[in-house]
């Protein structure tokens, strides 16, 4: 895919986000590896104000190519690329029951079998920290060690993968389990699968179709 190719598909991505009531404004950001660096959606803007040559771009050597400011939250996307060279796209919005759940400091546990799509058995928490700032990339980059997912504490969510696609499936699932967590922990405490029960689910999820996400296609 030509670097052109890739902003037009991530502003299309990032369409797709508000459209499924994922980000609302310029909350919420995404980025792609791109050759050395990132690229990043800009600061302050919505998706609806942001044109393909408005994305980013961050090289891992601190250079930049862009007329805008990246998003304030670029430090988290740039050391995860650093840490897992694995993930080539990540997603960050305040999506309304992943947030909820992040604003209470609890994870997601495994009250659900698919709660494996991030790659665990749990899609951890990472402790409040101020936004923008390098203390909240450490946090971030520790609670998705071996995570596509993780909540961060009374902010939002943050999802990954291999691919922008696998990245969005992530997100929209992750907020999806969140709603039904907090609809199962209105009425009491959801029963978890055990460690055993969830190892077999992520075998099961290795072995089929493409993958956690392919599996999680309905089709
Ligand atoms: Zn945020």
């Known amino acids: 895919m030509t670097e052109s190719d890739l902003r037009t598909a991530m502003l299309a991505a990032l369409r797709r986000l508000d459209t ?12 792609h590896r791109c050759g050395e660096g990132l690229l990043i959606t800009p600061t302050g803007m919505g998706a609806d104000d942001i044109a393909p040559e408005d994305l980013v771009w961050l090289g891992f050597d601190g250079t930049r190519r862009g007329r805008l400011k990246p998003s304030s939250e670029w430090h988290f ?16 919005t305040h999506a309304t029951f992943a947030t909820a759940l992040a604003c209470l400091r609890r994870e997601l546990p495994a009250f659900h079998y698919m709660v494996a799509v991030a790659g665990g058995d749990s899609v951890r928490c990472a402790p409040y920290r101020l936004f923008g700032t ?6 971030v980059v520790e609670a998705m060690h071996e995570r596509k997912a993780c909540l961060l ?29 907090l609809a ?6 959801p029963a978890l699968l055990s460690g055993a029960e969830m190892a077999a689910v992520i075998e099961k999820f290795r072995g089929y179709g493409q993958g956690p996400v392919a599996a999680a296609d309905p089709a």
């Open 20 to 31: 499924a009531g994922l980000n609302r404004g310029s909350t919420g950001n995404l980025s």
């Open 77 to 92: 996307h740039q050391a995860l690329y650093r840490a897992r060279p694995e993930l080539h796209a990540i997603v960050h």
């Open 134 to 139: 390098e203390a909240l990339s450490d946090a």
């Open 153 to 181: 504490a009374t902010h939002g969510v943050v999802s990954a993968g291999a691919t922008l696609r696998e990245a969005m499936k992530v997100m929209t699932e992750i907020e999806s389990l969140c709603q039904t967590y």
């Open 184 to 189: 199962a922990l209105a009425v009491g405490e």
